[in-house]
């Protein structure tokens, strides 16, 4: 049949499947639907007994049997949403009856197509797949109750009740695609958003637990034979802490003033309820917002020296003008850089050496980043680690390149190019 091939555009059964229990066939009809639905019902009734107590004289039957007949197709459009292949059923049966039994309507027929092409639009894929089965009983009723018929006719009738319904059922696939589509890139959507947040977060507070660690353990170790030097540990531990309290409190009071993720795709409807931001959200504490820069470096630094890391930094003064965006991401290499470096200890790290330039590489520039410790370096065939995937998820971000690894003269290498466009 011409309209095979319609059937084949869908996505595999099992994501229709899903797709279909979530949307499609399963979802509630819109409010307007009911009523567009009961006014084609009663139109059709009203046409149909019209022509039914025309032809009264002519029915092999009383009009009572007639009209309940045309009650019964209008009926199934009013259903056709709800239950399709039940009202294309019933609609058929009824018409075979009405034809064999009765009198062959000129009108019926059009009720029963309307239902043959909501059958493939709104029925499920498996439901769908019997209209072309059960069409063709039907019209092999329809055309025996018919006195005089040239073979012609019920052959072009059947390929228009077959163009219809592959029309419904092709559109049908077609809204499935999309469905399964918009729910992919939803899906995407909210994964990219919560690796941005554990990134966020990891890079945010992995520094500073990280420093606050090494404070605490010197200060454990000379707590008995140097109290001074113990309580300036435990003072700058206590002020590492409210600084990560500060910032924890900036990135989450971010995140609870940003709007809900929009239902890609979905418009207005009863799964989809704006939810609007607080008015009334607390400002921003003042200092360093929770979307820092490489300006913010010697603070960082600072905190590293903090945990007994030297770290010298070299900045360009042209690196200081960036987007605001391939700012902050360069600001958090750095600083899960030297976050690696106090957590992992390696002996004689410091003094760290950061450096940050602008180099014109052919066709455009690039921001480089080089942070260079001075341990022992990488054992061999490390694995890396959540920070270095952290890393690398970001430099990916602006199609940048990364190396890490062992220096020259031995220590951690880390190296992060990210073109300027």
Known sequence: MTAAPAATSGPPRGRAAAVRRSSGALRPARPGAAVVDGAAAVAFLAAMAAERLGAATELRVGPVPALALSLLLAGALAVRRRAPL???????????????????????????????????????????????????????????????????????????WLLAWAVGFATARRQEEREAARLLLRRRVVGDERARIARELHDLVGHTLNVMLVQAGAARRVLTRDPEQTRE????????????????????????????????????????????????????????????????????????????????????PAARDLPRTLDRSAYRIVQEALTNTVKHGRTGADPVDVTVTIA?????????????????GAPGGYTPGRGLLGIAE????????????????????????????
């Open 394 to 421: 970001r430099v990916a971000m602006f199609g940048g390149s990364l190396e890490h690894g062992g220096g020259d003269g031995g220590g951690f290498r880390l190296r992060v190019t990210l073109p300027l466009g």
């Open 233 to 316: 540990l435990l003072t700058g531990l206590e002020h590492t802490g409210r600084e990560a309290l500060d910032e924890l409190d900036r990135v989450l009071g971010l995140l609870r003033r940003q709007a809900p993720l929009p239902d890609v795709g979905a418009g207005p409807g009863p799964g989809a309820v704006p939810v609007p931001a607080p008015v009334d959200a607390p400002a921003p504490a003042p200092g360093p917002g929770p979307r820092p820069g490489l300006a913010d470096l010697p603070r960082l630094t600072g905190r590293a020296g903090q945990a007994g890391l030297r770290v010298t930094v070299r900045l360009d």
């Open 86 to 160: 039940a009202a294309y059923l019933a609609g058929t049966a009824a018409l075979s009856a009405e034809a064999l039994f009765v009198l062959p309507s000129p009108v019926s027929p059009y009720a029963n197509l309307v239902g043959l092409y909501s059958l493939g639009l709104y029925a499920t894929r498996g439901r769908a797949l019997l209209g072309p089965v059960v069409v063709l009983p039907g019209m092999a009723a329809y055309f025996a109750g018919l006195a005089h018929t040239y073979p012609a006719l019920p052959a072009g009738v059947l390929f228009v």
């Open 360 to 376: 014109v590489r052919t066709p455009a520039r690039v921001l480089d980043l080089l942070v260079l410790d001075h341990g022992c």
